[in-house]
């Protein structure tokens, strides 16, 4: 392994076997578990690097797709990469551009040698292989970089899914041929969709390649999460202790939590603030659509028990306002609160872990709006 990268586990909870770990990287020590907000094109949506900052956040995410389209992955190596060029200085995490081939771009031919596309944006033809896909994140400079894998739809049938699977593995060979910077970490990608079988043949084959890393994608993609949570279940025997497991495109509270409990470490989604410019903000007694015309003339903060700069400075009736009137500021101000609130809820989840208490947070959080505004009666586990 490179010396650049480790992970230990500093403490596992009594009640629920849910741990805490410390990732080191070459830009920081991650504590984990954690929520890593989601800077798509090498930015934030509506924030200063400086506010992603001072809101918590200890690592972001960006997208291989969109920088190999615009700005390209070149313009951003001469940059400096992505650290300097978007001036963060925390760790990266890119993902490989598989999953936007697969759901944005318009798809052309899939082979075992890659994917033919067309750009979303002007229609052109490009080609990414695996060693296309880790060019492109060497060149971007990011700390930790994911494999090129296949998708597979949800609640497609079992033969396609074996097959996507298997192309997979013959990917992820290739990435790890292929990579030989050791300033960077890449990690293998468990896939399987929605099968027991398929999901431990993807992490046994798999983990002979994570050296300090492993994500589980193909999840929260339009399955019910009674069957996301029913495969964390099923790959939780398999995890190696001494690496950061990470669930790709998880972010809703509910889902943190639950995600959490069955061994995850890393978590990233765009949710926060695609919904904060919508007018969406999570809060400590629930969703709030600010949009409503209850908050009119509401002049409490938009959540009481929140230290953030929207919440200690303005009221749901200005937030409201700025919504209604198209300004700009109310998506900072909702986006920056919507990443405050995930960050420091994984801060008490830790803590409730290092105090052997998981087991009673999560049986009182389960009881409270700020869980069920995001889940259905049906989607309540059992137990635990």
């Keep these: 392994?490179?010396?650049?990268?480790?992970?230990?586990?500093?403490?596992?909870?009594?009640?629920?076997?849910?741990?805490?770990?410390?990732?080191?990287?070459?830009?920081?020590?991650?504590?984990?578990?954690?929520?890593?907000?989601?800077?798509?094109?090498?930015?934030?949506?509506?924030?200063?690097?400086?506010?992603?900052?001072?809101?918590?956040?200890?690592?972001?995410?960006?997208?291989?797709?969109?920088?190999?389209?615009?700005?390209?992955?070149?313009?951003?190596k001469r940059g400096g990469g992505l650290h300097r060029y978007m001036d963060w200085h925390k760790p990266i995490l890119t993902d490989s551009g598989g999953f936007q081939v697969f759901s944005l771009a318009k798809l052309n031919k899939i082979t075992n040698d890659g994917v033919e596309f067309s750009s979303h944006i002007d229609g052109s033809r490009h080609f990414f292989s695996p060693e296309k896909s880790i060019d492109i994140q060497n060149a971007l400079g990011s700390d930790i970089i994911m494999a090129f894998d296949e998708c597979s739809a949800a609640g497609c049938d079992k033969t396609y899914a074996s097959r996507a699977l298997d192309r997979t593995l013959h990917w992820l060979d290739?990435?790890?041929?292929?990579?030989?910077?050791?300033?960077?970490?890449?990690?293998?990608?468990?896939?399987?969709?929605?099968?027991?079988?398929?999901?431990?043949?993807?992490?046994?084959?798999?983990?002979?390649?994570?050296?300090?890393?492993?994500?589980?994608?193909?999840?929260?993609?339009?399955?019910?999460?009674?069957?996301?949570?029913?495969?964390?279940?099923?790959?939780?025997p398999e995890y190696p202790r001494d690496m950061p497991r990470y669930l790709m495109g998880v972010g809703s509270p509910d889902c943190l939590a639950e995600g959490v409990l069955r061994g995850i470490d890393m978590f990233d989604c765009v949710l926060?603030?695609?919904?904060?410019?919508?007018?969406?903000?999570?809060?400590s007694a629930g969703k709030i659509n600010i949009r409503n015309a209850k908050y009119k003339e509401d002049f409490t903060p938009l959540d009481d028990g929140c230290g953030c700069y929207a919440c200690t400075h303005f009221t749901r009736s200005y937030l409201r306002h700025l919504v209604i009137a198209g300004e700009v500021l109310g998506a900072r101000l909702i986006s920056y609160h919507n990443l405050y609130y995930l960050t420091h809820l994984m801060d008490r989840i830790r803590d409730a872990i290092n105090a052997d208490k998981f087991g009673d947070f999560m049986a009182e959080f389960r009881a409270r709006n700020e869980y069920k505004d995001n889940v259905k009666p049906s989607d309540f586990p059992d137990g635990v």
Excluded at 208 to 230: D, F, H, N, R, T
């Design 174 to 236: 290739r990435c790890y041929k292929h990579h030989t910077d050791d300033r960077q970490m890449l990690f293998p990608i468990v896939q399987g969709n929605m099968y027991d079988d398929l999901r431990i043949k993807s992490i046994r084959e798999s983990l002979q390649y994570a050296v300090c890393g492993l994500g589980i994608g193909g999840l929260s993609v339009g399955e019910p999460k009674s069957v996301m949570y029913k495969m964390l279940d099923v790959l939780r």
């Design 1 to 76: 392994m490179s010396n650049k990268f480790s992970f230990k586990e500093t403490h596992v909870c009594a009640q629920t076997g849910a741990r805490t770990g410390e990732f080191t990287t070459p830009h920081g020590v991650i504590k984990t578990p954690v929520f890593m907000p989601v800077g798509t094109q090498a930015t934030v949506k509506t924030l200063a690097p400086y506010e992603v900052d001072e809101l918590g956040a200890q690592i972001i995410l960006s997208n291989t797709y969109h920088l190999y389209m615009r700005p390209g992955e070149e313009t951003v």
């Design 272 to 283: 926060p603030t695609r919904t904060a410019r919508n007018g969406l903000a999570y809060t």
